[in-house]
């Protein structure tokens, strides 16, 4: 970890200002359907604690588009943080101002206040400098554990560094940056990356980079498809992205060139709605008929997938199979899960959606890591220089 990390400072008797990524699924009815990213922040703000610090937490939450939205309160989430730490967290009606200001003036040693919606402010997204002085006021040492929030330059996760000092990772963050960064510049080999999710278009850039490290490349979900179909292979009604067929033939031509292994799916649960009572059929040579749509990977593609699998000593996971949010559509899923799972090297798994579906299996204590980031996990990978780490102190 290039960059100076909370157990760095001496922290007792301060006010530290912690970005945290408390961006978590709600129901309808307004409670936490996964605290993963809640849980994932407890080393942080525990540590901390114990140390004698007092806490001010900042996150967002949703897409409330600069204004006041109720439905995008954090309340839920401090009901959550107070049960997981066992003891209390209380919600701020505002992120700044001066009822904030005297909440945070009155914190003791091993206090915790949670700031309401930071993007109930658009100044938030703007990077305004106003604002980041603002949150600013609100501590004495700024604490960045927002790993998923990383990617973004926006006031609290890059333009807070420059009005409050100093400016340190958190626990997370230093776990996150450690193992990232392990698989992208030296990874043990055979290092083998599966890949999924909707889009192609979502994945070019990491993919093109992994290109150089990976000894094999498996990909599933909708991407597939569109480099599927510039293989000839017939796709009927599946997802395929029109513009990023040049790219698809530029990637494949790439995995050539590099003697990579790249494999798609050639075995298909298709069907004719997304729908979870939609009837199925599985395909595999003949291709997917028009009017059906490939929704998951089928057991011998899974199989296919395994026996390279068994292979790695380092594997990077990110997108799910399928359509894994319905029964009919999940099994592909699942069954990588497992196979990634079984692996005796490092297993390093990102994105929300992954996430998501390993939550879905017993497998997450088998792996290696678990990263809280989507875009930020991708863009680290791709070798980007993200914001939010970019503006802590180097060591």
Same mark, same amino acid.
């Given at each position: 970890?290039?960059?100076?990390?909370?157990?760095?400072?001496?922290?007792?008797?301060?006010?530290?200002?912690?970005? $945290?990524?408390? !961006?978590?699924?709600?129901?309808?009815?307004?409670?936490?359907?996964?605290?993963?990213?809640?849980?994932?922040?407890?080393?942080?703000? !525990?540590?901390?604690?114990?140390?004698?610090?007092?806490?001010?937490?900042?996150?967002? %939450?949703?897409?409330?588009?600069?204004?006041?939205?109720?439905?995008?309160?954090?309340?839920?989430?401090?009901?959550?943080?107070?049960?997981?730490?066992?003891?209390?967290?209380?919600?701020?009606?505002?992120?700044?101002?001066?009822?904030?200001?005297?909440?945070?003036?009155? %914190?003791?040693?091993?206090?915790?206040?949670?700031?309401?919606?930071?993007?109930?402010?658009?100044?938030?997204?703007?990077?305004?400098?106003?604002?980041?002085?603002?949150?600013?006021?609100?501590?004495?040492?700024?604490? !960045?554990?927002?790993?998923?929030?990383?990617?973004?330059?926006?006031?609290? +996760?890059?333009?807070?560094?420059?009005?409050?000092?100093?400016?340190?990772?958190?626990?997370?963050?230093?776990?996150?940056?450690?193992?990232?960064?392990?698989?992208?510049?030296?990874?043990?080999?055979?290092?083998?990356?599966?890949?999924?999710?909707?889009?192609?278009?979502?994945?070019? #850039?990491?993919?093109? !980079?992994?290109?150089?490290?990976?000894?094999?490349?498996?990909?599933?979900?909708?991407?597939?498809? +569109?480099?599927?179909?510039?293989?000839?292979?017939?796709?009927?009604?599946?997802?395929?992205?029109?513009?990023?067929?040049?790219?698809?033939?530029?990637?494949?031509?790439?995995?050539?060139?590099?003697?990579?292994?790249?494999?798609?799916?050639?075995?298909?649960?298709?069907?004719?709605?997304?729908?979870?009572?939609?009837?199925?059929?599985?395909?595999?040579?003949?291709?997917?008929?028009?009017?059906?749509?490939?929704?998951?990977?089928?057991?011998?593609?899974?199989?296919?997938?395994?026996?390279?699998?068994? +292979?790695?000593?380092?594997?990077?996971?990110? *997108?799910?199979? *399928?359509?894994?949010?319905?029964?009919?559509?999940?099994?592909?899923? $699942?069954?990588?899960?497992?196979?990634?799972?079984?692996?005796?090297?490092?297993?390093?798994?990102?994105?929300?959606?992954?996430?998501?579906?390993?939550?879905?299996?017993?497998?997450?204590?088998?792996?290696?890591?678990?990263?809280?980031?989507?875009?930020?996990?991708?863009?680290?990978?791709?070798?980007?220089?993200? #914001?939010?780490?970019?503006?802590?102190?180097?060591?």
């Amino acid at each position: 970890m290039p960059k100076s990390t909370l157990r760095d400072l001496a922290i007792r008797g301060k006010r530290l200002f912690v970005r $945290v990524d408390f !961006n978590v699924p709600l129901s309808k009815t307004g409670e936490v359907t996964d605290d993963t990213r809640i849980r994932a922040v407890l080393p942080t703000l !525990n540590y901390a604690l114990d140390e004698g610090a007092s806490l001010v937490l900042a996150s967002h %939450l949703g897409r409330p588009r600069g204004k006041v939205d109720p439905a995008y309160s954090l309340q839920p989430v401090a009901a959550r943080l107070q049960a997981l730490l066992g003891k209390p967290v209380r919600l701020a009606s505002d992120c700044i101002g001066a009822d904030t200001e005297a909440l945070v003036r009155a %914190l003791r040693p091993g206090a915790v206040l949670l700031l309401e919606n930071l993007r109930f402010h658009a100044a938030e997204e703007k990077n305004d400098a106003a604002f980041a002085q603002a949150l600013a006021r609100l501590g004495e040492v700024y604490v !960045n554990d927002a790993f998923g929030a990383a990617h973004r330059a926006h006031a609290s +996760t890059a333009g807070i560094a420059a009005y409050l000092q100093p400016a340190v990772a958190g626990l997370l963050m230093d776990a996150e940056v450690t193992h990232l960064s392990k698989s992208r510049r030296q990874p043990e080999q055979p290092l083998v990356a599966v890949l999924g999710g909707a889009k192609v278009s979502d994945k070019i #850039p990491l993919i093109m !980079n992994l290109l150089d490290k990976v000894s094999a490349l498996l990909i599933g979900g909708g991407m597939a498809y +569109t480099l599927l179909q510039v293989q000839g292979y017939p796709v009927g009604d599946s997802l395929v992205e029109p513009d990023c067929l040049p790219m698809a033939r530029d990637i494949l031509a790439k995995a050539l060139d590099c003697r990579v292994q790249c494999f798609l799916p050639r075995d298909h649960v298709i069907a004719q709605e997304i729908k979870a009572d939609a009837p199925t059929r599985v395909v595999a040579d003949e291709g997917i008929p028009a009017g059906w749509k490939g929704l998951d990977i089928a057991m011998p593609t899974v199989q296919r997938f395994g026996a390279v699998l068994r +292979t790695a000593r380092t594997v990077v996971w990110n *997108g799910p199979m *399928g359509v894994f949010e319905m029964p009919p559509f999940r099994q592909g899923t $699942v069954e990588i899960a497992q196979a990634v799972a079984a692996c005796t090297g490092t297993t390093v798994v990102g994105g929300g959606d992954t996430i998501a579906a390993l939550a879905l299996t017993d497998c997450s204590q088998a792996m290696t890591h678990i990263s809280t980031g989507g875009g930020a996990s991708l863009e680290f990978l791709e070798g980007k220089t993200l #914001p939010g780490i970019a503006c802590l102190n180097d060591r």
